[in-house]
């Protein structure tokens, strides 16, 4: 089955989910970030982690136009700042996000032509477009990119979607979307072990390893060309081919590629193709480094963990009265889940710098799963790391950014508990020098917030995705101190709606997240949505897999008499 019958097959499989409601009264909340900090301004009296491990009691951070003037203890306010009080607030770098695709959107795919031949197919077809800059399908309004900043994302660095060579990455700041919030182009080329499909060349992970070598060698040799024609006479005019000079930033080392990997034979596999060929290497979607340690350290490859967890529904399974064969099974599953947990703790054992990327992750899960990451052996000052100093330093842009310093962007997460603690929460976010204000509530003894709005009932959504438009039915329940529920779906086999389960209803303040499968062509596909609630109104996110983030929008159906 080919990627777009599969992605339409799912499309149909979406789900209710809730308003981001992000111009209420700036008085009480302001999402929006419509204050931007544009003269001197000194918050005082906050502890301010300037950079892991190195904390501040009492202290005063001064910022003009978006900048860090002065921080610490004994900071001289002048007289024309105006101060913010930070009693009991616990300020830090803003995070950065290694490897993201908020907001960016897949290019159409172009027509085959009439002579079209899989084995040979143009390069545009055969997902081979290094040329391409993330930035013309970038969107800062996106819903995904507020939804990132508000777990304390500042700065990340966007990825193109598309197949095994889909384009050149840049760095933005998530900030105001009025501004272009560009910190850097072509800050690396993004490659996947993935080829276009649909019977054509390369259409498997190994045929994308030669076409690779392919082409790198190529690029090799037209750079060469190019390099001789231009210091000798007497040479033939080197032909011009826009796919192998998207290659040159590579061969000099001006930038890395950045591939993405599953599992740790296409970490092998990226690594093989690093040493046949020489190029700076950046591995992202990491989840199964410890095979593979001593390998990223000889390449000196620099890592992106990914923020994705798996679930753990096998760890609460009962298994006393299976078979022998079925325990010995689920045993080794379990192992297998509880060493995904500790891949972090493994790479800051090892001494791997390593940073966080959220491709194929959720906003929503980044402090809880970084928190059970640091529960599994990961220390507090690594996990800091992870989202401050060493992304910055894995993308060169530590002169600027991922500590709180004087000179550099005056980015930063307000906390109204120590980052990690049970209690924590974010107040504001400074992200290029606006100000992200989000209502703190308070929390029930098991760390959740309380629920402000109530969602039992039947809600009716509507979802769109390139594939159109596709809506149903959920039907909330509570059921003591939980929620049960079903949605309903356009049943991608036809034949009218089908139904799923809706897993880990969870309401936090305002902020609903749930999760369901859909079954499609054979596949058992997650789907995973989120967003905030005002009224009887919802808007947010869902997540269908590895196809994308698409907006949706619900609204309660009155309850009848």
Do not use: C
């Not at 710098?353 to 690594?382: V, W």
């Not at 989202?387 to 500590?403: E, V």
């Amino acid at each position: 089955m080919n990627l777009i019958t599969r992605f339409r097959l799912q499309v149909g499989a979406i789900v209710l989910l809730v308003l981001l409601n992000f111009s209420t009264v700036m008085a009480q909340s302001d999402p929006t970030g419509e204050r931007r900090v544009t003269g001197t301004y000194a918050i005082k009296n906050a502890t301010i982690t300037t950079s892991p491990g190195k904390t501040v009691e009492n202290a005063t951070i001064l910022i003009k136009d978006g900048l860090i003037l002065a921080v610490g203890a004994n900071v001289t306010i002048p007289k024309e700042a105006q101060i913010i009080e930070a009693d009991s607030l616990y300020i830090y770098p803003g995070f950065i996000d290694g490897a993201s695709n908020a907001g960016v959107s897949k290019p159409t795919d172009p027509d085959r032509p009439s002579n079209f031949n899989p084995s040979n197919p143009p390069d545009e077809l055969a997902g081979i477009t290094p040329w391409r800059s993330v930035l013309d399908y970038y969107d800062g309004n996106n819903s995904q990119v507020s939804e990132w900043r508000k777990v304390g994302f500042t700065i990340a660095q966007i990825l193109p979607e598309g197949g095994m060579l889909p384009g050149k990455a840049a760095i933005v700041t998530l900030g105001d979307a009025s501004s272009t919030n560009v910190l850097a182009q072509q800050t690396a080329m993004s490659a996947k072990f993935r080829g276009m499909g649909r019977g054509m060349y390369p259409g498997t992970q190994l045929g994308v390893i030669a076409k690779f070598r392919d082409l790198y060698k190529n690029a090799t040799y037209s750079s060469e060309h190019g390099r001789l024609f231009a210091s000798n006479a007497g040479l033939q005019r080197p032909e011009i081919n826009k796919t192998y000079e998207a290659f040159y930033p590579v061969l000099d080392k001006n930038i890395p590629i950045i591939f993405e990997v599953s599992n740790d034979l296409e970490i092998r596999r990226a690594l093989s193709l690093q040493k046949e060929n020489g190029f700076n290497i950046v591995l992202t979607g990491v989840n199964e480094a410890d095979a593979v340690i001593d390998e990223i350290k000889a390449a000196n490859a620099k890592v992106l963990l990914s923020i994705k967890l798996p679930d753990d529904k096998v760890t609460k399974s009962k298994v006393e009265d299976k078979s022998e064969e079925v325990q010995a099974r689920t045993k080794r599953v379990i192992e297998a889940y509880e060493l995904a947990l500790k891949q972090a703790a493994i790479l800051e054992e090892a001494g791997i710098p390593f940073a966080f990327g959220s491709m194929g992750g959720r906003s929503a899960d980044l402090h809880k799963n970084i928190k059970i990451m640091i529960e599994n052996g990961l220390s507090e000052t690594a996990a800091l790391s992870a989202l401050t100093t060493n992304p910055a330093n894995i993308l060169g842009i530590q002169k600027f950014a991922g500590s709180l310093e004087k000179g550099k962007l005056a980015n930063m997460v307000i906390m109204s508990d120590p980052i990690f603690s049970e209690d924590a929460q974010i107040k504001h976010v400074v992200a290029d020098g606006y100000i992200f204000t989000y209502d703190i509530s308070k929390k029930k003894k098991g760390g959740d917030e309380e629920a402000t709005v109530a969602i039992e009932g039947s809600w009716e959504y509507v979802s769109d995705t390139p594939a159109g438009s596709s809506g149903g039915i959920m039907d909330i329940k509570k059921d003591g101190d939980l929620y049960t529920g079903t949605i309903s779906y356009d049943d991608p086999a036809g034949g009218g709606k089908a139904s799923s389960e809706m897993k880990d209803i969870n309401i936090s303040g305002n902020y609903l997240t749930f999760s369901f499968d859909v079954s499609a062509g054979g596949m058992s596909i997650d789907v995973s949505v989120s967003g905030d609630i005002l009224g009887d109104e919802f808007s947010g996110n869902m997540s269908l897999a590895d196809f994308g983030t698409f907006p949706l929008n619900a609204t309660k159906k009155p309850k009848r008499n």
